[in-house]
C-alpha cells in the first residue's frame, strides 16, 4: 500500500504499514480562514430544538419577572382586593362628612369638641361612635373607620 502522494517521499514499505511517511518537501502554507462577521455567524446559526425550547422558556420566565415586579401586573385575586380596599375608602370619605353634619346638630357640641380635644388620638374614633355621630341614618352601630376619619375632620376643621 505504498502511496506516491505529493509532499511524501516515495519509500518502499509493506501493504499492511498505514504510517506516513515523511514530508519531502515544505507543505504549501494555507491562508488563514477567513474571519465571518456576526450578520455571517448569525446566517451559519443553526439552533436545535432543544435549544429554542430553553430560550423560549427563559424569555418567559423574564417576562413574568418584568412585568409583575416593574410591569404594574397582578393577579386577580390582589385586584380584587385593591378594588375593595378602594371601594372602602370612597365610601369612608363619602360618609365622613356626614357624621360631621351629625356632628354639628348636636347642641352640646362645644363641651363634646372641648372633651373630644383631651383624648388620645387612638380614643377620639370611640369617642365619636359613643356620641352617635358615625351611626349612619338606617344602621344601628357606629362604623369604626367613619368614626375616625370624622374626628380627623373635626379635628382639621376646629382648631
Known sequence: MGQNLPGFAPEKRSDNDNR?????????????????????????????KTAIFWAWL???????????????????GTARSLGTATAKEAVITRLAPICVAQFNQDPAKA???TALKAL?????????????????????????????????LLMSNRQ
Open 20 to 48: 506516513k511517511s515523511k514530508i519531502s518537501e515544505t507543505a504549501p502554507k494555507k491562508e488563514p480562514p477567513k474571519q465571518l462577521s456576526w450578520g455571517e455567524r448569525w446566517n451559519g446559526l443553526r439552533p436545535t
Open 111 to 113: 363641651q363634646k369638641l
Open 120 to 152: 388620645q388620638n387612638y380614643e377620639r374614633g370611640d369617642y365619636a361612635g359613643k356620641q352617635g355621630w358615625a351611626t349612619m341614618p338606617g344602621e344601628t352601630a357606629p362604623d369604626r373607620d367613619v368614626a375616625g376619619a370624622c374626628t380627623s
Open 58 to 76: 427563559a424569555s418567559l420566565i423574564l417576562l413574568l419577572i418584568i412585568g409583575f415586579n416593574w410591569g404594574g401586573w397582578v393577579t386577580g
